[in-house]
């Protein structure tokens, strides 16, 4: 089958690592089904396998990509939920599974024509969604669905800012949070982008590191260094920043004062389980949320679909389709 695959690790030049062409179609495990993948979407964590960040060299050669959705060998429209781990090994919580990984850190991912995973990893997909649209979910759009939902602690009404309006997971905050009835300011390096928030959904759009007009109840974080300073100032006291990822680098001085003074809590967010990757597809189909799309590019030309996420030139979530 075609696929797109991580063949060596370059940490300053992540293209270099990634080869497109045949791999053996793949062998189910037992209790696993192989899917045949319609549409898949790009996250920045496959830019992070190609730097060799969260995997190691002798996982290579692995094939890319987290999300999908597809047809599974009855013929069903599923969502390949990503996290493969053991809920009981978690308490309940597949996430929490010491040994947990995600598609394409230990088994191979969905940018191929096909996709093995264990049955329970398989959520049906609601008719209303295209199968393009149903790829976004597993990792964006559920990663910020447990930020909102779960970890962010606030009620509906509340005012959340989103760093870095742009992401995918950025612009799943906004849509989402706005369709749960949250005020959502956000925050981006580009005019463009902050006009494009501001159209999607968002209250209002800043700058990065801008004075907001008042402190907010909760920041959703997944750019690390560039806004960390700004996030922990924004935030009120007794407020919450929920962190999910690090882009921008993963090291800035961590306002340790600022934290105890104002009694912040910071507090990680990893994925979901795959029953809050069903409820999220519930909760498109009831709110009509739909993924935000940048552009859809046959699998073949991956490559360009790579190099615009790592040149930061996309507003929302970029699908491959086999
Ligand atoms: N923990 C988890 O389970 C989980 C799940 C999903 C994602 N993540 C992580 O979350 C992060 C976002 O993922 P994604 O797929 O949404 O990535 P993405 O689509 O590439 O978005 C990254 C966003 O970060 C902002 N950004 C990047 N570099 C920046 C800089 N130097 N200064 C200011 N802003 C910058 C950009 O916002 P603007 O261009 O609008 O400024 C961009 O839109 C990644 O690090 C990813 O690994 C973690």
Redesign the pocket.
């Known amino acids: 089958m075609f696929a797109v695959t991580a063949a060596r690790i370059d940490a300053e030049d992540p293209l270099a690592g990634m080869e497109l062409g045949e791999r053996p179609d793949p062998v189910p495990h037992d209790g696993w089904v192989t899917v045949t993948v319609k549409a898949a979407a790009?996250?920045?964590?496959d830019?992070?396998t190609l730097r060799g960040?969260g995997i190691s060299a002798d996982r290579l050669p692995i094939v890319l990509g987290c999300d999908a959705a597809g047809l599974d060998p009855d013929g069903n429209e599923v969502i390949v939920h990503s996290v493969i781990g053991d809920p009981d090994a978690g308490g309940g919580d597949e996430?929490l599974d010491p040994r947990r990984s995600?598609l394409s850190e230990r088994y191979d991912g969905t940018f191929a024509e096909e996709v093995s995973v264990p049955r329970r990893n398989l959520v049906p997909k609601p008719a209303a969604l295209s199968f393009e649209e149903a790829a976004c979910l597993p990792?964006?759009y559920?990663?910020?669905y447990?930020m909102l939902f779960e970890k962010s602690g606030v009620q509906p009404g509340a005012t959340v800012l989103v760093?870095?309006?742009?992401?995918?997971?950025?612009?799943?905050l906004i849509l989402l949070g706005r369709a749960a009835g949250y005020r959502i300011w956000?925050?981006?390096?580009?005019e463009a982008?902050?006009d494009s928030?501001v159209k999607l959904g968002a209250d209002q759009a800043f700058a990065?590191g801008a004075r907001l007009p008042e402190r907010v109840d909760a920041v959703m974080e997944?750019?690390?260094?560039?806004?960390w300073a700004h996030s922990v100032r924004s935030v009120r006291p007794g407020g919450r920043i929920v962190?999910?990822?690090?882009?921008?680098?993963d090291a800035p001085p961590a306002e340790l004062t600022r934290v105890f003074f104002t009694q912040l809590t910071v507090t990680?967010?990893?994925?979901?389980s795959r029953d809050q990757l069903g409820r999220l597809a519930r909760f498109c189909e009831q709110t009509g949320v739909r993924p935000l799309i940048d552009r859809v590019l046959p699998l073949a030309e991956a490559r360009d679909g790579f190099a615009a996420?790592?040149a930061?030139d996309?507003?929302?979530?970029?699908v491959f389709v086999p």
């Not at 790009?42 to 964590?45: A, I």
Request: aromatic share 4%; with cysteine.
């Open positions: 790009l996250n920045h964590h830019v992070w960040v996430t995600l990792t964006a559920l990663t910020a447990k760093q870095g309006a742009g992401g995918g997971v950025a612009t799943a956000a925050t981006s390096r580009s982008k902050r928030a990065n997944t750019v690390g260094h560039a806004t962190i999910c990822g690090a882009t921008s680098g990680g967010s990893t994925m979901g996420m790592i930061g996309l507003f929302g979530k970029l």
